[in-house]
């Protein structure tokens, strides 16, 4: 399973580097992030790389994200991952909300000397894009199915 999601992961970031081939357009982004329940909450950074095809109801995104959780020890510890989604968005010029669906990474280390885990799992979300000349805006809502750590996610973001 961890490697049918790595490859999923790779394909859909190659798909992204082809891109111009299919007359789409790449859209880099960045975006905060709020777990719900990895180390009992945590806030993190993160960026996405999106293929937005125009005239097609169906975008791609990859995005990474890592977290900054506060595990009260001194060794530190750490919460992050990598997803590849499908969005399937209604024909909306302006605000343009979304379905999501796509596979997950996350690897969790408690700190210490606690062992290291990295899990995969998949994703279901709802988001909405927000198209304007220069710059956009999203937001998006995903439950990841990623054992043990079955969580809550939110994104809020701007796209270049």
Same mark, same amino acid.
């Given at each position: 399973?961890?490697?049918?999601?790595?490859?999923?992961?790779? $394909?859909?970031?190659?798909?992204?580097?082809?891109?111009?081939?299919?007359?789409?357009?790449? @859209?880099?982004?960045?975006?905060? $992030?709020?777990?719900?329940?990895?180390?009992?909450? +945590?806030?993190?950074?993160?960026?996405?790389?999106? #293929?937005?095809?125009?005239?097609?109801?169906?975008?791609? #995104?990859?995005?990474?994200?890592?977290?900054?959780?506060? !595990?009260?020890?001194?060794?530190? !510890?750490?919460?992050?991952?990598?997803?590849?989604?499908?969005? #399937?968005?209604?024909?909306?010029?302006?605000?343009?909300?979304?379905?999501?669906?796509?596979?997950?990474?996350?690897?969790?280390?408690?700190?210490? +000397?606690?062992?290291?885990?990295? @899990?995969?799992?998949?994703?279901?979300?709802?988001?909405?894009?927000?198209? $304007?000349?220069?710059?956009?805006?999203? $937001?998006?809502?995903?439950?990841?199915?990623?054992?043990?750590?079955?969580?809550?996610?939110?994104?809020?973001?701007?796209?270049?």
């Amino acid at each position: 399973m961890k490697r049918r999601t790595t490859s999923v992961i790779w $394909a859909l970031g190659g798909l992204l580097l082809v891109a111009p081939g299919v007359q789409g357009q790449l @859209n880099p982004g960045v975006h905060g $992030a709020r777990a719900t329940d990895a180390f009992g909450g +945590s806030y993190g950074l993160g960026v996405s790389l999106e #293929l937005d095809i125009p005239l097609f109801p169906v975008d791609f #995104l990859v995005a990474g994200e890592t977290f900054f959780p506060d !595990c009260g020890n001194e060794d530190g !510890c750490s919460f992050r991952g990598a997803s590849a989604d499908v969005h #399937l968005a209604l024909p909306v010029p302006m605000v343009q909300p979304y379905a999501a669906a796509g596979v997950v990474y996350r690897r969790t280390d408690p700190g210490g +000397s606690a062992e290291v885990l990295s @899990n995969q799992g998949f994703a279901l979300g709802v988001g909405v894009n927000l198209r $304007a000349l220069v710059l956009g805006g999203y $937001a998006e809502v995903r439950y990841e199915f990623v054992d043990p750590d079955d969580q809550w996610i939110a994104r809020v973001g701007i796209r270049f």
